[in-house]
């Protein structure tokens, strides 16, 4: 039972170039959720899914898109990456009748 | 006003010492709390978890709630320079499916 991982750990890119974050448990968990934390800050929450193919936004979806075809996996999607979207991106999940999130990792994008 | 607000810290407490870490929510439907353990670099980990009034105890950690002044705390007794981290206070508002979180409290425990 790996939890929730997330690709890659790390990543550069140049202002307008595109990518994706992979994200996936494999707790059979329904919800999931893609947050960002800036230096010094706390989390704020890009998107989230209840379900396969059940997307909404969250804060601060602007820049960002993502899909949910299957319940394992939540990518989220940067198409035309900025400065300001240089951060550290945790994906998590949750699963029915309970509260608690599980993070993953990680992924620490800086755009350049 | 900040949906979930804490002090930025840091907050230094010698080991062995009680922190004392406090949290205020501006919703007031709210009605799931956390805190969350997050060192340097790593992803946040659940500590607590508390759903009513009054006060939860698990090991060193007690987290207390209020939903009238809509507060909630995290007390850790005999503190650790393992404790040294930033804590986070999380908020499930009402109706919703998301969680909201405070900036963080950075907490120095001192040998």
């Known amino acids: 039972n790996a939890g929730v991982t997330q690709t890659p750990k790390f990543r550069i890119l140049k202002i307008g170039q595109s990518m994706t974050l992979q994200c996936t448990q494999d707790m059979n968990h329904n919800y999931m959720y893609w947050y960002r934390q800036d230096p010094g800050m706390g989390l704020k929450l890009i998107y989230y899914?209840?379900?396969?193919?059940?997307?909404d936004k969250g804060e601060v979806p602007n820049g960002y898109n993502v899909s949910r075809s299957t319940t394992e996996d939540f990518p989220l999607r940067l198409e035309l990456a900025a400065p300001s979207q240089t951060s550290v991106y945790f994906c998590?999940?949750?699963?029915?009748?309970?509260?608690?999130?599980?993070f993953g990792p990680g992924t620490r994008l800086t755009v350049l | 006003q900040k949906e979930v607000e804490q002090n930025s810290g840091p907050l230094s407490v010698p080991e062995g010492a009680i922190a004392s870490l406090n949290c205020t929510y501006s919703?007031?439907?709210?009605?799931?709390f956390f805190w969350y353990r997050q060192y340097s670099g790593k992803s946040p980990e659940l500590i607590m978890f508390i759903y009513s009034n009054g006060d939860k105890e698990d090991g060193r950690f007690t987290a207390q709630l209020n939903k009238a002044s809509q507060y909630v705390s995290l007390l850790i007794r005999d503190s650790q320079p393992s404790d040294s981290a930033t804590y986070l206070c999380?908020?499930?508002?009402?109706?919703?499916?998301?969680?909201?979180f405070g900036a963080g409290t950075r907490l120095t425990v001192k040998p």
């Open positions: 999380a908020v499930t508002p009402p109706g919703n499916n998301d969680m909201r």
């Open positions: 998590a999940s949750v699963g029915l009748g309970t509260d608690t999130q599980y």
């Open positions: 899914s209840v379900g396969a193919g059940i997307t």
């Open positions: 919703d007031r439907g709210s009605q799931s």
